[in-house]
């Protein structure tokens, strides 16, 4: 069975809005911003990594990694209604 990838955030607009409404919990190396919607569509996932955490390549391979981590989370337990 083909599980298809999570939807995901794309716009700049789509990320200012989830920062400047969402809830935050911050942890060492990780800020999660969470903003729920009146509806049950699948999560919209976005990640962003910062130039403190490498050049172009490490930051590309960090953001394919967080992806597929969160794909296979997401796999196990759909999560619906927040950006």
């Known amino acids: 069975m083909a599980h298809r990838k999570p939807d995901r955030l794309t716009r700049r607009?789509?990320?200012?809005?989830?920062a400047a409404r969402g809830r935050k919990a911050a942890m060492p190396g990780l800020v999660l911003q969470v903003l729920p919607r009146d509806d049950s569509n699948p999560?919209?996932?976005?990640?962003?990594?910062?130039?403190k955490v490498g050049n172009a390549v490490v930051r590309n391979r960090a953001r394919r990694r967080l992806r597929e981590a969160a794909r296979l989370v997401l796999r196990a337990e759909a999560v619906t209604g927040a950006d």
């Not at 999560?43 to 130039?51: H, M, S, Y």
């Open 43 to 51: 999560a919209r996932l976005g990640f962003t990594v910062t130039k």
């Open 13 to 18: 607009a789509e990320f200012l809005r989830v």
